[in-house]
């Protein structure tokens, strides 16, 4: 391995490569890294790419899927169950993007990240200061309203990528 490709890490097509201006498909990205924006029908962009990123840095970091979403026979669905999820970790759901869920476990990204027991631990070769900025880096990534989410160029200025 030569110095120039050491820790250096590519991800490509994150589902279903598109154009920005004219989409191939409404059904965007893998259903576990899938935006709010793309599970409601909203219009979307570049912003639901940094959503998934954020979705598979949290993977790759904590080593499970951030938003697994499960459908409950007769009750919700997949979708439903995600977007319920997100909102249980990241807050409400902006007006634009209209959802409601009528009873929700309310928690937050810290403890989803650095929490006392089972996938919420922090993982062990990471101090609480880094998980703080950790935290901070996903909350760049994964905001509900998409034009909240910070572009690629201002997350690789992010102090946790350091």
């Known amino acids: 391995m030569s110095e120039t490709t050491r820790g250096r890490i590519v991800i490509l097509d994150l589902g279903v490569a598109s154009w920005t201006d004219k989409h191939l498909s409404d059904n965007m990205q893998p259903e576990h890294l899938r935006a709010p924006e793309v599970i409601l029908g909203a219009p979307w962009d570049p912003p639901v790419d940094i959503w998934s990123l954020g979705c598979l840095v949290m993977e790759f970091v904590k080593g499970h899927v951030a938003f697994l979403g499960a459908a409950s026979e007769g009750r919700w669905s997949s979708e439903d169950d995600h977007l319920a999820q997100h909102m249980e970790v990241l807050g409400r759901m902006p007006s634009r993007l209209k959802f409601a869920v009528p009873r929700l476990k309310v928690t937050n990204l810290a ?16 101090t609480s200061e880094d998980a703080l900025r950790f935290v901070d880096f996903l909350r760049g990534a994964l905001q509900l309203d998409p034009d909240e989410r910070k572009t690629a160029g201002e997350l690789l200025q992010h102090e946790w990528l350091r």
């Open 111 to 126: 403890d989803f990240v650095d929490g006392k027991e089972g996938p919420f631990q922090r993982p062990d070769d990471m």
